[in-house]
T-cell receptor, first 111, second 114 residues
Framework: GQQLNQSPQSMFIQEGEDVSMNCTSSSIFNTWLWYKQDPGEGPVLLIALYKAGELTSNGRLTAQFGITRKDSFLNISASIPSDVGIYFCAGQNPTDNDMRFGAGTRLTVKP | DAMVIQNPRYQVTQFGKPVTLSCSQTLNHNVMYWYQQKSSQAPKLLFHYYDKDFNNEADTPDNFQSRRPNTSFCFLDIRSPGLGDAAMYLC?????????????FGDGTRLSIL
């Protein structure tokens, strides 16, 4: 199946630092999505991207849909303790409309 | 608020004893999904309903079945749970009308097998 590589696998940062994580694919997607999952809860949609090159912000979060349609990144600025959680990228395949998830980035923020 | 609601949040069953997990939505979305998520892994799609059309993933075991009696409700039936079926089960919905909208998830049901 289509490979979706998310990195880094985990990050340990100090409160106030900026964070960047990314996803790459072996083939194109027509939609990129970023979710955050807190322990014991379902993933919550953070940002949805629909166009190659699109740059979208949601508060301290910024995500971009790569020009090649094979990658996306998520940046978090000025991290705070409640940013802790697992961040998943997800891509939607134009040929079957199913979503593919990355393996997740586990973020730890030290106060 | 419109949402995806899963019941129960925690379910304990015995090895081999059938169990049903439920999902309801107030988003009026025409697509409903069931995922299995094991610790620290990404959600794995089991199947989805596009309106009344059932779409099974090729590697979903026969032990897992689903029912969607109406737009708002979808059930996951595990006929004979094994120890390997202990996991978080997530329901999600999306709107698909030519264009595929993003998926919205419930808070999941954590299933334990004794």
């Amino acid at each position: 199946g289509q490979q979706l590589n998310q990195s880094p696998q985990s990050m340990f940062i100090q409160e106030g630092e900026d964070v960047s994580m990314n996803c790459t694919s072996s083939s194109i997607f027509n939609t990129w999505l970023w979710y955050k999952q807190d322990p014991g809860e379902g993933p919550v949609l953070l940002i949805a991207l629909y166009k190659a090159g699109e740059l979208t912000s949601n508060g301290r979060l910024t995500a971009q849909f790569g020009i090649t349609r094979k990658d996306s990144f998520l940046n978090i600025s000025a991290s705070i303790p409640s940013d802790v959680g697992i961040y998943f990228c997800a891509g939607q395949n134009p040929t079957d409309n199913d979503m593919r998830f990355g393996a997740g980035t586990r973020l730890t923020v030290k106060p | 608020d419109a949402m995806v609601i899963q019941n129960p949040r925690y379910q304990v069953t015995q090895f081999g004893k059938p169990v049903t997990l439920s999902c309801s939505q107030t988003l009026n979305h025409n697509v409903m999904y069931w995922y299995q998520q094991k610790s620290s892994q990404a959600p794995k799609l089991l199947f989805h309903y596009y309106d009344k059309d059932f779409n099974n993933e090729a590697d979903t075991p026969d032990n897992f079945q689903s029912r969607r009696p109406n737009t708002s409700f979808c059930f996951l039936d595990i006929r004979s749970p094994g120890l390997g079926d202990a996991a978080m089960y997530l329901c999600a919905t999306s709107s698909r009308d030519g264009y595929q909208g993003p998926q919205h998830f419930g808070d999941g049901t954590r299933l334990s097998i004794l």
